[in-house]
């Protein structure tokens, strides 16, 4: 059964009144500005490094490694240095002091 909305009732005699339209106000509308929605955010990508596996990860440390290994042997064994390769060589002596030329092999 539908349900019924009650009606307003009228006194009799009265009239309706007229709506009237409500006056501005003295101060224009700021109008806001459309900011998007927060769903339409941009999908950020993972870095290459965090989407390797651990096993990856572990070869790609290995190679730096064996890489920085080469390069401290060549510039052990020549005889000419750079300002780089001289200062490296000469704080891995005091930290290592023999075993400096060791150092490489373990890398």
Do not use: N
């Given at each position: 059964?539908?349900?019924?909305?009650?009606?307003?009732?009228?006194?009799?005699?009265?009239?309706?009144?007229?709506?009237?339209?409500?006056?501005?106000a003295s101060k224009p509308a700021v109008q806001k500005s459309?900011?998007?929605?927060?769903s339409a955010l941009p999908v950020r990508i993972p870095p290459?490094?965090?989407?390797?596996s651990i096993d990856r990860r572990l070869d790609v440390i290995?190679?730096?490694?064996?890489?920085?290994?080469?390069?401290?042997?060549?510039?052990?064994?020549?005889?000419?240095?750079?300002?780089?390769?001289?200062?490296?060589?000469?704080?891995?002596?005091?930290?290592?002091?023999?075993?400096?030329?060791?150092?490489?092999?373990?890398?």
């Amino acid at each position: 059964m539908p349900v019924r909305k009650p009606k307003s009732r009228r006194k009799s005699g009265t009239k309706a009144k007229k709506a009237l339209p409500r006056k501005r106000a003295s101060k224009p509308a700021v109008q806001k500005s459309k900011k998007k929605p927060t769903s339409a955010l941009p999908v950020r990508i993972p870095p290459v490094w965090q989407t390797l596996s651990i096993d990856r990860r572990l070869d790609v440390i290995g190679v730096v490694l064996t890489l920085v290994g080469l390069v401290t042997l060549l510039s052990l064994v020549s005889a000419e240095r750079s300002l780089l390769t001289g200062t490296l060589i000469r704080y891995l002596g005091q930290i290592f002091g023999w075993g400096v030329y060791i150092l490489p092999a373990g890398l």
